[in-house]
């Protein structure tokens, strides 16, 4: 037989940008393996400069990065890691970015608007990764945006099973703070043996993150009402919706949501709303300044290693969700 016969064995290999590298380093401990030594920096006029100290030739590279603000120099990093991954002959390059940037930009709502969404699963694409893995997009069609498999992670086993325990369930009452929202809670409805209530809103699509409340739906009077969200940006839907439950007679609201963005006022609102827990994860960094008495944070990164290394070993990802991911 002509040619070289080789019996090597695969080899994984975890790099983190500089978004968030508490998670990664969480990740990395959950994974056994120690994440790549690697040079980042900035040059003076912002442009971003990164090398990896060791041979990466032949690998399956899993490449974390969060896109938490400033979104765009974080999804830039990205880029970059995943190009020199490239050039350096990695075999397989997965993009790991449990807060995917953009995410709510899937759909044109009208005219003249982009759908950069899919601008950045193309960028990835084009970068060079083969594969895409991310916790709780904000609509399941952005998996069909990359041209490639796609591991749409879920929180939900995470928060629900931290909030089941935490709360009475017969005299709980799953909410969804929208339209958007009901097919998650209707999962979470499922696991705790709850029933569901949804509230429904009308946002002014000319004024950005501010939204009308008109109505609940739905048995929520003396009921302990958990609501379930994506993410928490400026806070204005949720502390909308705790109010009127508040209103409509809940006993008490537990907010929960896998994305802490918390942007502008968004501190300030959930400390004075009638919330009296918010329950997320660290998909995102939370800083001393985000963090108020009613906040409690679970971590990401066991679910993340254990579906990392479902994709390295070619198992399932699914089955972590009971075949419903």
Not at 33 to 44: G, H, I, Q, R
Not at 136 to 165: C, R
Request: net charge negative.
């Amino acid at each position: 037989m002509t040619g070289i016969t080789t019996t090597g064995e695969k080899r994984m290999v975890l790099i983190s940008g500089r978004a968030h590298p508490e998670l990664a380093q969480e990740v990395s401990a959950a994974l056994g393996a120690e994440l790549v030594p690697t040079s980042a920096y900035d040059f003076a006029n912002s442009e971003i400069y990164v090398r990896f100290e060791e041979s990466v030739r032949g690998c399956d590279a899993f490449v974390i990065q969060s896109h938490t603000a400033n979104v765009n120099q974080w999804i830039m990093e990205h880029l970059i890691m995943v190009d020199a991954l490239k050039r350096a002959s990695a075999k397989r390059i997965t993009v790991v970015a449990p807060f995917y940037g953009y995410a709510r930009q899937d759909k044109k709502g009208r005219g003249r608007e982009p759908i950069s969404a899919r601008l950045v699963a193309d960028m990835f694409k084009t970068a060079g990764a083969d594969r895409l893995m991310s916790v709780d997009l904000h609509t399941a069609q952005i998996q069909g945006f990359f041209d490639g498999p796609v591991d749409h992670l879920w929180a939900l086993p995470i928060l629900a099973d931290y909030v089941g325990k935490r709360v009475d369930r017969s005299n709980l009452t799953i909410v969804s703070p929208d339209a958007g929202r009901v097919r998650v809670a209707d999962l979470w409805s499922d696991r705790l043996g709850a029933p569901l209530a949804i509230i429904h809103k009308r946002r002014d699509p000319n004024v950005p993150n501010q939204v009308k409340v008109h109505e609940v739906v739905g048995d929520v009077e003396g009921r302990t009402c958990v609501l379930v969200d994506d993410l928490i940006d400026t806070a204005g839907t949720i502390v909308q919706a705790a109010e009127a439950l508040k209103a409509n007679g809940a006993a008490d609201v537990i907010a929960t949501a896998t994305h802490a963005v918390l942007s502008g006022p968004a501190v300030d609102r959930l400390k004075n709303s009638p919330i009296s827990e918010l329950v997320v994860t660290n998909t995102l960094p939370i800083t001393e300044a985000m963090r108020f008495p009613q906040l409690t944070t679970l971590s990401i990164a066991p679910l993340l290693a254990r579906a990392i290394r479902e994709v390295f070993d070619d198992g399932s990802v699914t089955s972590l969700f009971d075949g419903h991911s």
